[in-house]
């Protein structure tokens, strides 16, 4: 009987592992290839109606019109997004599971929640899908003529006054934490469930400030609030003629909030980079615009590696600040 000897049989297995590994590669090539093959299911944190679930109706419909299946969006509300997240990280690596969320989710939620996942080191950035700057409004009472008159009667009456905002933990508190820390004013914060009910007390002068995402537009441009500032690295386009507070004097003070596209870990690179070129596209149609301006938002898009950094720079800050601050949702 024939023997091969074991420098034949080293090679036939090399040759033959060789073989499987192509085969994998052209299967998976091919499966790539065909993506999307079935409907993509995109998952948002927040209840219908809201900024990020607007933002996501958007991004849902202008990428089944090019990809050429049906996107949908599935509400998935709780814990600052964090059901929402848990549900993505759980999800197949397939391409067919994506997630968009204020970036608040990844770089907040971690410090203020003891919580099961880490979505920096689970979920794995896509794009950056637009932002919303904050506002620094005043109840209709207040006799500040602009916002630096405004921190020094702050400064001078310490705890006297009182800001709202949409929740605890949530961006808005955020930045009334860093307003706070920035300016050296003290102030009692009253938190509500949803940036409407913290803007109403402001109007009734029942809170003194608000830190507002957009929602009060409408009351600025009829005068029944003013508006002294904008807590972000620029003017907004809304409202070009009121200033920064960095450009007052108070800088390290932005804080805008921001909206991305997260997939599961695993996620194929190539399917990854396919929707952030579609995203791209869609954040360029005038249409978008119109949209995300009635929400008081702009589609401002970051490439992946410019949304990575954003991620790496909120997360240091805010980490900071909700340490510092002792904020502590649970």
């Known amino acids: 009987m024939f023997t091969s000897s074991p420098s034949t049989l080293r090679r036939r297995l090399v040759c033959g592992a060789a073989a499987t590994l192509c085969s994998l590669a052209a299967i998976g090539g091919a499966q790539a290839q065909s993506w999307p093959a079935k409907p993509i299911k995109i998952v948002v944190g927040f209840a219908p109606g809201g900024t990020t679930d607007v933002m996501a109706r958007v991004m849902a419909q202008s990428l089944g019109e090019a990809l050429g299946q049906p996107v949908v969006v599935d509400n998935k509300p709780g814990a600052s997004g964090n059901v929402a997240a848990s549900e993505v990280i759980r999800a197949a690596a397939d391409g067919y599971t994506f997630l968009v969320a204020p970036t608040s989710f990844e770089t ?191 589609p401002v898009g970051l490439d992946n590696a410019e949304f990575k950094t954003l991620l790496t720079q909120e997360a240091q800050t805010l980490s900071a600040l909700i340490k510092e601050a002792k904020i502590n949702i649970d």
């Not at 921190?151 to 860093?178: D, F, I, M, N, W």
């Not at 508006?227 to 200033?243: N, T």
């Open 108 to 298: 907040a939620n971690p410090f203020l929640f003891k919580q099961t996942i880490a979505p920096a080191k689970d979920l794995t950035p896509v794009v950056g899908v637009g932002r919303s700057q904050m506002y620094l409004l005043v109840k209709p009472e207040s006799t500040a003529k602009d916002a630096k008159d405004f921190v020094a009667y702050a400064r001078a009456h310490p705890g006297k006054l009182s800001y709202s905002s949409a929740g605890a933990g949530t961006p808005p508190h955020l930045a009334g934490e860093l307003f706070k820390k920035v300016t050296g004013v003290f102030a009692t914060h009253i938190p509500y469930r949803g940036a409407a009910p913290a803007l109403q007390d402001v109007l009734a002068n029942q809170a003194d400030y608000v830190f507002d995402p957009g929602i009060g537009f409408p009351h600025v441009r009829s005068g029944k609030v003013r508006m002294l500032a904008v807590a972000g690295a620029k003017r907004s386009s809304f409202f070009p003629e009121v200033p920064t507070l960095a450009e007052l004097g108070f800088k390290g003070a932005e804080l805008d909030i921001w909206f991305g596209m997260w997939a599961p870990n695993g996620t194929p690179a190539d399917v990854t980079a396919r929707m952030g070129r579609e995203i791209a596209k869609a954040l360029a149609n005038p249409n978008t615009k119109t949209r995300y301006e009635a929400l008081g938002a702009e």
